[in-house]
Each structure stands twice: as structure tokens, then as C-alpha cells.
């Protein structure tokens, strides 16, 4: 279990870099930001504004391949797996052995997300297509799940769940662990962007922004240590960018600063389940210059605009 336990704590880092150069002239649809993708702390790819890439692989010879990585707009990481979309909508992905998918009948794909056992792409016309990781343990709840959303803006995943955003802000999710979850979640309205974190361990958190700015989040109550002081969040108020981790929520703002609210219980958690060295992820609060942010489960990470990395939350 502890193994596992290490394993899921493992980042799924997606870092995205915003640079002070300007479009290319002859590439409009390229995403200007420079973004790298993590995978396990042992691989790293960046975007370069013309759409070619630069990969530092530290895996010691596991295979990866990108050979086919030209013309990407953006990428996603899960622990096991990294993936691109190309300005033409196509999607390239490659990754350890016994986790790469053939995705490459998928088009017309607008975002990109993976939970370990599998892909999600939203296409441009807001649905949702899929695939499975041969011989997984995916839910399959989750995927007859999302064969019927329509009019998605907006998806993220956790442990086998996914969430996501309808163009008239409406939140649709799979939880298929929390039932209760998501029925609660889909009461929301007005909802511009969404963060989920929930795990093998039976922790669920949905925080999501509402087009007003207002900051609203449901949770599966297992543990003490992820309640918060809801009136704390009323400093996340108007934040461009929402993550949700375990037991943290993290709000970056129009300014550029990070505000980053723990729970009530934080330093209990600190004292009774860390296993090494942990960052504390307070003293990353009211961080100026932050370019993104992005989280996964315990781990926070920000990207300033001088393109330093900052990291909270376990040191693996």
C-alpha cells in the first residue's frame, strides 16, 4: 500500500511558461506560451513558439519517442505518459511501456487529459471521445459517462474521474468512488473553470471559479484534515486560474500573485502521514510574479514569469 501510496504522490506536472516574445507571423494558431510537461520528474518537453519541441529525458533509455512531436500548441502529462495536441488538432503522445495509445485517429481534439489508465480529448464541437490503456482497471463508468456530455468548455481528471465545464456553465462530472459528489457539484451554476482532486484513498475535492469570480467547492468529508474556513476563501475571489489539491486550494490572481488556503487540520496531516521531507505548502502564499500554476494531489507547483519553479507539498 505504501508503494502505492508513493506512486500516486508521484506529480502530474503541466507548467506553463508565458514569454515575452510575440506570436510568429506565419504560425497564428501556435500557443505563444512556452509549456512543459513533467512526466515522474524525469522528463520534460518544451514548446517552442514555432511549435518544435526540446525534450530532456532522464529516463535512462525507457523508449520515448518523439519523433513525431512538430507543430504542438500544448501538452499533458500523467505520471506514466506524456501527450501533444498540433495546431491541426491531432494528437502525439508517447510514454512508459504498457501505458502508450494509439491516438492517432483522434482530431479536431481542443484539450488533452490522462488518468494514468487513460486519455480524454475534448474536440472543438464540446464532446468527448476516449481510450483505454490496453487491459486496464478504468472505471468504465467514467467513459459511459462522458459518451453523452455535449457542449463542453472545459475538463479536468483525477483518479479515475473526470469533471468538466458546459458552455452555459453548468458543471458535469464522473466520481464514480463519490455518487453523492457529483450530484452535488452538478447543482452548480455559471461556472468558468473547475479543479478536481480526489484518490485511491477516499479524498475527493471540486473547487471550481464562477464567471463572477466567487470560489465554490464540494468535498467527501473522510478526513478532518481537508475542512476548510470557507470565509478564507474569499481572498481566491476573481482568480484567472483555480487547483485544487488534497488538502490545499490554490487561487493564482489577475495580478500575478498566487494565494494558496490549507486546511484547518494542516499541520496534523504535516505531522501524522508525511514520509520525508515536505515542503510546506504556506510558504508559497501571496507569491507575486506567477506566471501558472498547476497541481496534483499533494503537490503544488508555480511558474514565474522569470522562469523559476517553485514546488509544495511532498519532495519525492
Given at each position: ?19 515575452t ?55 499533458s ?82 483518479f479515475?474521474?473526470?469533471?468538466g465545464?458546459?458552455k ?73 486560474k ?33 514520509e ?41
Amino acid at each position: 500500500m505504501e508503494t502505492l501510496k508513493r506512486t500516486l504522490v508521484c506529480a502530474l506536472l503541466i507548467i506553463i511558461m508565458i514569454l515575452t516574445g510575440c506570436r510568429p507571423n506565419n504560425k497564428s494558431d501556435y500557443n505563444r506560451n512556452s509549456l512543459v510537461a513533467a512526466l515522474n520528474l524525469d522528463c520534460q518537453v518544451s514548446i517552442n513558439n514555432d511549435g518544435a519541441v526540446n525534450v530532456i529525458d532522464k529516463t535512462r533509455g525507457s523508449g520515448f519517442d518523439f519523433s513525431d512531436w512538430q507543430d504542438i500548441k500544448s501538452v499533458s502529462a500523467s505520471e506514466v505518459q506524456l501527450g501533444a495536441i498540433k495546431v491541426d488538432g491531432s494528437v502525439v503522445m508517447t510514454g512508459y511501456p504498457g501505458f502508450v495509445m494509439d491516438l492517432t485517429d483522434w482530431k479536431d481534439i481542443d484539450m488533452l487529459e490522462f488518468t494514468d489508465f487513460a486519455a480524454y480529448g475534448l474536440k472543438e464541437d464540446g464532446t468527448i471521445i476516449f481510450q483505454n490503456v490496453d487491459d486496464s482497471q478504468v472505471d468504465e463508468t467514467v467513459n459511459e459517462t462522458v459518451k453523452v456530455w455535449r457542449d463542453i468548455s472545459y475538463i479536468d481528471t483525477g483518479f479515475q474521474a473526470i469533471v468538466g465545464v458546459t458552455k452555459n456553465g453548468k458543471v458535469v462530472a464522473s466520481v464514480p468512488q463519490f455518487p453523492d459528489l457529483e450530484k452535488r457539484v452538478n447543482q452548480w451554476e455559471d461556472i468558468k473553470m473547475v479543479s478536481i482532486s480526489n484518490n485511491f484513498f477516499g479524498r475527493a475535492r471540486i473547487v471550481a471559479v464562477k464567471n463572477n469570480g466567487e470560489i465554490v467547492e464540494e468535498r467527501y468529508e473522510e478526513s478532518e484534515i481537508i475542512k476548510y474556513d470557507l470565509e478564507s476563501y474569499e481572498d481566491l475571489k476573481g482568480a484567472v486560474k483555480i487547483c485544487a489539491g488534497d488538502y490545499f486550494t490554490a487561487g493564482l490572481m489577475p495580478d500575478g500573485t498566487l494565494k494558496v488556503r490549507c486546511g484547518l487540520d494542516y499541520d496534523k496531516r504535516l505531522m501524522s502521514e508525511v514520509e520525508g521531507e515536505f515542503l510546506d505548502l504556506r510558504n508559497l502564499d501571496n507569491t507575486k510574479d506567477v506566471a501558472d500554476i498547476n497541481s496534483f494531489e499533494d503537490i503544488l507547483v508555480v511558474l514565474k514569469n522569470d522562469g523559476t519553479i517553485l514546488v509544495g507539498g511532498f519532495e519525492d
